[in-house]
Nanobody, 116 residues
Framework: QVQLVESGGGLVQAGGSLRLSCAASGSTFSINAMGWYRQSPGKQRELVAIIDSGGHTNYADSVKGRFTISRGNAKKTVYLQMNSLKPEDTAVYYC??????????WGKGTQVTVSS
């Protein structure tokens, strides 16, 4: 089993930056691709960014050019660097595993609030 713990959320003004981290523990050898999703009140959870074991990335159109997903050297940690934040980026951000045996594992989320 794999456990995911997110950190780095908080309150920031529009135009500011935050860096989210997600640390994986447990059977991390089974981890393949990882990603970040977000969910705002009254909305469905949506994809933000994905990175696979080869470092290939994919982003939602709404965050392209502003957010960057990356992984640590041991591939047990995934980061989301968020720049030029907008109020519409306000959401709970979740880390998840999107490939391999641990597919569908989710963290508990971290709140990001962007004030205008």
């Amino acid at each position: 089993q794999v456990q995911l713990v997110e950190s780095g959320g908080g309150l920031v003004q529009a135009g500011g930056s935050l860096r989210l981290s997600c640390a994986a523990s447990g059977s991390t050898f089974s981890i393949n691709a990882m990603g970040w999703y977000r969910q705002s009140p009254g909305k469905q959870r949506e994809l933000v960014a994905i990175i696979d074991s080869g470092g290939h990335t994919n982003y939602a159109d709404s965050v392209k050019g502003r957010f960057t997903i990356s992984r640590g050297n041991a591939k047990k940690t995934v980061y989301l660097q968020m720049n030029s934040l907008k109020p519409e980026d306000t959401a709970v951000y979740y880390c998840t595993i999107v490939g391999g045996p641990a597919f569908g594992t989710w963290g508990k989320g971290t709140q990001v609030t962007v004030s205008s």
